[in-house]
């Protein structure tokens, strides 16, 4: 068969077509018509002119055509346009531009599940599990789900576990040791008020020494003095070794500090008695002959022992005319009731049977007469019970003797300062606290003036803690111009066998410089090396 044109509207052969038949246009059949089947074995029929050809076997079947260039069939009234090439497809309406239809009152929402259904999980939600006594879905690479028994059947018998041994019974825990009830709780609270000073707090060489855990339990915290009894203390040997030191002309000065220093006072009373006994000499007169200013006043207060030496200051500070206050305060308000037996003893003995509480009487006067008096009864309580019903109201007694009074009741004071035991005046500090804008030694500086203001201080200040107080006596006795000497010397050899230790850290701790380096800078000669020597520092 031979193709002379290509015939419009019939594709060519190659392309699946078949040849138009001529007589089915001819024959009257309408434009588009398909012809007559045939019967078995003939030719399949042509298709009409305009028609595509039928494609070969296991062709797809041909597509409806119009006729020659005919466009398809526009839509029905209403019916939306037909989408373009790439375009989604059409949303299902009620017309042309209509919108998608609204659920019904009481029927869920779009896109939700319908009641007593559950939900749909959403992206990157995890899939629903399995509802009550349903078993779960098998995922993908996942072992089957196990078949589970159907009611009134037996549960197949779980496997056997592995057996281990049993693990040993814990050790029974040992019963903890009954805590011991404490006599009073006391808060330290640390005074950042530079006029306060290290009056109202404690440094911390106090607290690492227990300081805190002797006023709450109302023990006596042991202390730490810097001279010590000499062992292998033979008396005749060391009066041998002073006479030499001071035998001819000029003294060893260094012989002389060696040994005093390294002695403790009753040691120091031994040599003198060996040294009259031996050599018919009084060892205080040539210690005196061979020394000279400050350093002869120290050298003659070494060769007592603490009560002689203290009622020779107490002595001396009221001698002639007018007294040393301070001196008075600090040796008076700061002893316990065995140190003021022992001090007023001797006093009577060294001074022709004086009596230390009349003579106080004579040289001082008011509200200070009355507290050294108070004081010199050495007839404070040394229980360590608290009582704190007494403790609240004698704090409140206290606040309206003081702050809230226009003057001061200094009898108040007395007797509550006096009388009281150390364990209960700081219960007693603790509740006056809570009532008061201040604390009780800054309610003493507001309330008084004077030196009873500075009697009552001392008084407080020993009952918490006594080192600190002499510490802050040692440095006011250096700072500025001048030295103090008496109140240096003073302290330093009574304090030297009792708590110079503990008054060095306390030195230290309030003024960041040590007591050794304090006195260097202030005194010189043999007098500086001689309080050095009993510091025990360089």
């Known amino acids: 068969m031979s193709y002379g044109y290509q015939q419009q509207g019939v594709f060519p052969p ?37 028609q595509p050809a039928y494609s070969g076997y296991g062709s797809a079947p041909p597509q409806q055509a119009y006729g020659y260039g005919a466009a398809a069939p526009a839509p029905g009234y209403g019916a939306p346009p037909a989408p373009g090439y790439g375009a989604p497809p059409p949303q299902p309406g009620y017309g042309y531009g209509a919108p998608a239809p609204q659920p019904g009152y009481g029927h869920p929402p779009p896109h939700q599940p319908a ?12 899939p629903p599990q399995p509802t009550y006594a349903q078993p779960p879905g098998q995922q993908y690479g996942q072992a089957p789900p196990q078949q589970q028994p159907q009611y009134a059947q037996p549960a197949p018998a779980p496997a056997p576990a592995p057996t281990q041994p049993p693990a040993p019974a814990p050790a029974p825990a040992p019963e903890p040791a009954p805590a011991p009830e404490p006599q009073v709780k006391l808060e330290h609270r640390v005074s950042t008020d530079a006029s306060a000073g290290a009056a109202s707090a404690l440094p911390p060489s106090a607290i690492a020494q227990g300081a805190l855990i002797g006023m709450v339990q109302g023990m006596t915290i042991e202390t730490r003095g810097t001279i010590q009894p000499a062992e292998d203390f033979d008396a005749e040997e060391m009066a041998v070794k002073l006479r030499e030191a001071m035998k001819g002309w000029g003294s060893d000065d260094k012989a002389l500090l060696q040994i005093l ?53 107490l002595r001396k500070a009221m001698k002639g005319i007018g007294s040393d206050d301070s001196a008075l305060i600090e040796i008076v308000c700061t002893k316990s009731n065995e140190e003021i037996k022992e001090m007023k003893r001797a006093y ?13 009487v004579s040289e001082t006067g008011g509200r200070f007469k009355r507290l050294l008096v108070s004081c010199i009864q050495g007839n404070r309580s040394e229980s360590t019970k608290v009582d704190m019903a007494k403790a609240k109201a004698e704090a409140e007694q206290l606040h309206g003797a003081g702050e809230k009074a226009w003057f001061t009741d200094s009898s108040v004071f007395n007797k509550i300062l006096n009388i009281r035991s150390r364990a209960q005046l700081i219960a007693t500090f603790k509740e006056y606290r809570k009532i008061s804008s201040y604390d009780i030694t800054r309610s003493i500086e507001h309330s008084c003036s004077g030196d009873a203001k500075n009697g009552y201080k001392a008084v407080v200040q020993c009952i918490k803690d006594r080192p600190t107080y002499f510490a802050e006596r040692l440095y006011r006795s250096m700072k500025g111009l001048g ?14 066998e009792i708590d110079l230790e503990d008054i060095k850290d306390r030195f230290f701790d309030m003024y960041n410089k040590s007591l050794a380096k304090m006195i260097k800078d202030d005194i010189s000669g043999n007098y500086k090396r001689l309080l050095i020597a009993i510091c025990k520092e360089g």
Request: avoid cysteine; aromatic fraction near 12%; charged fraction near 20%.
């Open 483 to 496: 030295t103090d000497h008496s109140t240096l010397i003073r302290i330093i050899i009574s304090r030297s």
């Open 115 to 126: 009641y007593g259904q559950p939900p749909q999980p959403g992206y990157g939600q995890q």
């Open 261 to 313: 220093s390294s002695h403790s006072a009753a040691q120091r009373l031994q040599m003198g008695l060996f040294y009259k006994t031996m050599y018919g000499r009084d060892l205080r007169d040539d210690l005196k002959s061979e020394t000279s200013g400050h350093f002869e006043d120290a050298i003659k207060r070494m060769m007592y022992d603490s009560p002689h030496f203290e009622a020779y200051s």
């Open 348 to 360: 009577e003995e060294m001074f022709d049977r004086r009596d230390l509480e009349k003579d106080i």
């Open 14 to 50: 190659g392309y699946g077509g078949v040849q138009a038949n001529p007589n089915a246009y001819a024959s009257g059949s309408a434009a588009g018509a398909y012809a007559s089947q045939g019967g078995y074995g003939q030719a399949p029929p042509q298709p009409g002119y305009g």
